[in-house]
């Protein structure tokens, strides 16, 4: 049997990759394209909560754009893509990603809500990916324990139960919601 060298792809070439399967759904991992289960209905509810509490604060101060389900690149050479399934850009930088489609302006805060299918290394891969590409803020919202892991440079994940109040830092100020908020 031979085996058959795989060419690392590069984050450019994955954005023009076809849809994937309707089953699945995909990430550039270290140049080779890793296919994931679609979300579960719990999944896209939780999405939907998170997405309409952070968009309605972030809408009501005028202070950026929140966007569901985005690319972002986390590494080169080789090249990673991580989809955050929330992101928050703070408006000053939004222009730059909206008019040239870039994925390379990292969010301000990207959020990974866990489904069914996914690790806690898997989730905490993904956070680190994040971190080291200079997102700010990242939370990793756990439905089935209905709770948050916080993520900040340089710092341990502090794990926020349903019982305490999620606050935005000094990424986005004034931002609280209770954690059980997340999961109604």
């Known amino acids: ?12 070439e994955f954005a023009e990759f076809p849809e994937p399967e309707p089953e699945q759904h995909d990430e550039l991992v270290r140049g080779i394209i890793a296919y994931y289960p679609l979300p579960t209905v719990r999944h896209g509810h939780t999405s939907a909560d998170v997405g309409y509490l952070l968009g309605k604060y972030v809408d009501q101060n005028d202070i950026g754009v929140v966007t569901m389900r985005v690319g972002v690149v986390t590494g080169r050479n080789p090249d990673t893509v ?6 928050f850009w703070m408006k000053q930088r939004w222009p730059r990603c909206i008019e040239r489609d870039d994925w390379t302006v990292v969010p301000d805060i990207a959020i990974d809500i866990r ?12 956070a ?13 919202v756990e439905p ?17 139960s349903e019982t305490d109040t999620l606050d935005g830092g000094d990424v986005l100020p004034g931002f609280t919601c209770p954690v059980a908020s997340l999961f109604e």
Request: glycine share 4%.
């Open 144 to 160: 089935d324990s209905r709770s948050v892991m916080v993520y900040r440079p340089g710092e341990r994940g502090i794990e926020y």
């Open 115 to 126: 489904d069914r299918w996914d690790t806690p290394e898997l989730t905490a891969l993904r």
């Open 1 to 12: 049997m031979t085996a058959t060298l795989q060419r690392l792809i590069t984050a450019e």
């Open 128 to 140: 680190r990916d994040f971190l080291e590409a200079g997102v700010r803020l990242v939370w990793v």
């Open 82 to 87: 991580r989809a955050a399934d929330l992101a």
